[in-house]
C-alpha cells in the first residue's frame, strides 16, 4: 500500500503507485484540459504532485511544453534570481568494498589504483582548491569500513575547516558518502557539515539490487531510507539524486518526486538539493552498456519539470556534463554547478589533470575562473556564499526564506559581496573587469536602499582587506 508516511521505503517508494502512475500520464499525455489544469496548478509556485508531474513529463505536445519550459525558466528566476552557487568535489579516498556495476570503484576493479588521502594531503589539496577561489565543497568517498571509517571523513572535515591560507577558507562542506547510522549522522552534522548528499542511483529496487549486487549498497531498503536517518540525526539540509541511464526514466522520476513528497510530509521540510548526473564513461564501465540513457532533450525535460515540481529546491549540474549542456539546463532551473573539478583521488595537486584514480570522465574541463567569466558572460551571478548554513537558515528556515521569495533580498547582496572577493583575490584581469561592471549593474536592483549602501560600503572594506561579510 502507497503511504507516503511509512518509513519504509517499499511503501513510500511504492513500486505499484509508481507503475499507476505511469499508466495515468501515459493514459492522459494528450488531455489538454488536465495538462491545462496541472499547468495553471504549477504557475501558484506550490509544486506538483508525482503524479501531475509525470503527466507532464508523458506529454509531447508542443505547445504546452513550451508553456512548461518558459515557466520553469520564470520559476527559477522567481525563486533563485540569476545567481549561481560555485562548488567543487573533493574526492577523499576511492577504496570502495561494494560492487556498483556502472561505478570503477568497485571492488573488484583491479586497474584503478586505490588511493586514500593522509590529512597532510587533503590539506594540500584544500589549499589547491582555495587558490582557485573554491569556498565550498562536496566531499566524496567510496564505501570502506576499514579504509574509510566515519572517524577519517571527520578528521578531513576538521582539516578541511581548518585550514586558512591567504585569504581562502572553506566555509561550507557538503558531504557525499555511503548511507550510514542516525549516530554517524549525528557526527556528521556535529562536525558542521552542510549538506548530507546521496544520491539513490536508480529507485527501482529490482533493478536496484542487480547493479549493486555485492556489498552494503546492495540493500536498497537502507539506502533508500538514509534521509529519514540523516534527519533523524539532525541534519536539516539533505540532497537528493537519481543517477540517470540506469533505468527508465520516468519511472526515476515519479520514484525522485515521491521521496521529496515523503521527506515533507514526515520530516516537514522536502529536498535542500536535487542533483542531475548522468552515467559517464570511467575505468571499465562503458555508459552504452545502460540502454537507459537519455537524449539531452530528455535531460532538458526533466530538468525543467523537476524546477517546476519542487520549485523551492536547489538543483544542481556537476562537470560530468558538457559546456552546452549545462547552459541549457542553467536557464530551466539549476541553481548550483560545480566548476574546475577533479575526479581523481589527490587531483588537485596535480600539474596536469590525472586519470589513474578518476572516478568518471568531465566533460566540462575549463578552470574555476573560465566558468565563472562564462556565467557572468550569460548574466548570472557566480555566487560563493555559504552564509546561510553558517546562519542557522536551514532546513525549514532556509525553505521559508525561498518559499516567500526573501531569498531574493538575502542572498543577491551576499552574493555580490562574495563574488566581489573572488574577484579581488583570484580572478585574471579580464574576468575582474566583467565581474566588477556586473557589480554595479545588480546593486540597484537590491530592493532596500539601506542595504544597498551596506553592500557599497562593504565592498570598499573588500578592497582594504575586510573578507567575510555576513
Ligand atoms: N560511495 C558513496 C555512495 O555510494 O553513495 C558516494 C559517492 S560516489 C563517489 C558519488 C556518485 O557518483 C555516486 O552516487 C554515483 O551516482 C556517481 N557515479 C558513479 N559512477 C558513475 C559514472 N560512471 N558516471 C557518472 N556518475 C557516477
Redo the contacts with the bound molecule.
Sequence with gaps: MYDVKSMCADDFINDDEIRDTLAYADAHKADVELIDQIIEKAKLRKGLTHREASVLLACELPDKLAEVYELAEQIKLDFYGNRIVIFAPLYLSNY?V?GCV??PYHMKNKHIARKKLTQEEVAREVIALQDMGHKRLAI????DPVNNPIEYILDCINTIYSIKHKNGAIRRVNV???ATTVENYRRLKDAGIGTYI??Q?TYHKESYLKLHPTGP?HDYNYHTEAMDRAMEGGIDDVGLGV?FGLELYRYEFAGLLMHAEHLEAVHGVGPHTISM?R??H?DD?DPNAFDNSISDEIFAKLCALIRIAVPYTGMIIST?ESQDVREKLLRLGISQVSGASRTSVGGYCEEERPHDTE??DVSDQRTLDEVVCWLMDMGYIPSFCTACYREGRTGDRFMQLCKSKQIQNCCHPNALMTLDEYLEDYASPHTREVGRALIQKEIPTIPSQKVQQIVRENLDKIKQGSRDFR
Aim: one cysteine or more.
Design positions: 570502495c561494494n556502472y561505478c566524496e568517498a567510496g564505501e557525499n558518502i555511503a546521496l544520491f542511483e549498497k543517477l548526473p552515467v559517464k570511467a564501465i560530468r572516478q568518471f
